[in-house]
């Protein structure tokens, strides 16, 4: 049986590039205290918003992990809802 | 999560300057006066000691936490931002452990070029700007409500004008027919 070449999927044309929100601010430190800005990255769980869903760049989302975890050590933030 | 372990000991050496560091300490919030004072009279002394700078001291009030600490739901954040030998914020850091009241402290490097923010005051008026869940339902059926009144009344209009159209210009009413009819018959001049 001949094998059938897999042909490579086409990408859709109207996805758009979601752009880091941080980015754009030229934000070089988030800090742990800025409670309403930590809370529209985080879920109803308490979970961190991925990375591909809020399209934040690596750079921001690390910046962003370590002032939620503070946020949480201090409890202004639920580890888990 | 200890910010003090990002400045190795072997760097600090009583040759560095001192730097800003941000110290913030929670205390329970249904606390007494006295014992407030006093727990907040001995955090001071252990910066004295330290011999660190009072740059800026933010006092958050009533704050509700996430989670229960040691039966509390809500705290007191204080937020103090001091100038301290490098080589003096582990002696802070263990100090600041045993002092009786304090449910969680934390002592953080800001980055170069930090500007010191008050967020006690943006925490407020963010409060007092976002709307609830409640009041966004309201908020938007009103908003609905408004655009349907809005459509009807355009669609009204609509249909009168082309009502105008279609309706001729002069309208002749029964009783004046029927009376000139009478004038016609009537008239002996005209004959037929």
Redesign the interface.
Known sequence: MAHQQQQPQKRRQDLKRKECAFCEKET??I??????LLKTHVDYFGNIRKRYLSGTCLQHQKMLRLSI??A????????RK | MNPVSAASPEVLDDEVTARIYEVAVLLPYPMGQKEEHQAIKEIENIFKEAGAREVSKDVWGQRGLAYTIKGSNEGNFIIYHQEINPSKVREIDTALRIVPGVLRHIVVTPPKGYRIVKYSESYEVWLKERESAGEKTKREREEEIQKSIADKAKRQVKREKTAKAETPTEVVSKEEISKKLDQLISDDSIEI
């Open positions: 070089q430190y800090d742990w205290k800025d409670y309403p975890e503070r949480r050590f201090m409890a202004m933030l639920a580890y």
